[in-house]
């Protein structure tokens, strides 16, 4: 028998798509990093009701956009911490 190839949920590949650009792309980063946070739980919850592949994708998607996030955030309170520690006297 000649199985027919799952299709991958589209929502799968933004969300990882969007993971790895929060991670890349300073500043933006954080905006990317939320949105791909709720692409990837949306895309798993279509993939659970749909049977659809994907779910790879979606759990890498989340993982990246997590780390992108913390990323970011590290960055922004470093800068701001910089800016304030050269600023004093």
Do not use: H
């Amino acid at each position: 028998m000649i199985e027919k190839p799952q299709i991958n949920n589209s929502n799968s590949v933004i969300s990882l798509t969007l993971g790895i650009l929060s991670i890349i792309i300073p500043y933006i980063g954080l905006i990317l990093g939320a949105i791909g946070v709720v692409v990837s739980r949306k895309a798993t919850k279509e993939i659970i009701k749909t049977d659809e592949g994907g779910s790879g994708l979606a759990t890498s998607g989340l993982i990246c956009s997590v780390v992108g996030i913390i990323t970011q955030l590290f960055l922004v309170v470093s800068i701001i911490a910089f800016y304030f520690l050269t600023n004093v006297g």
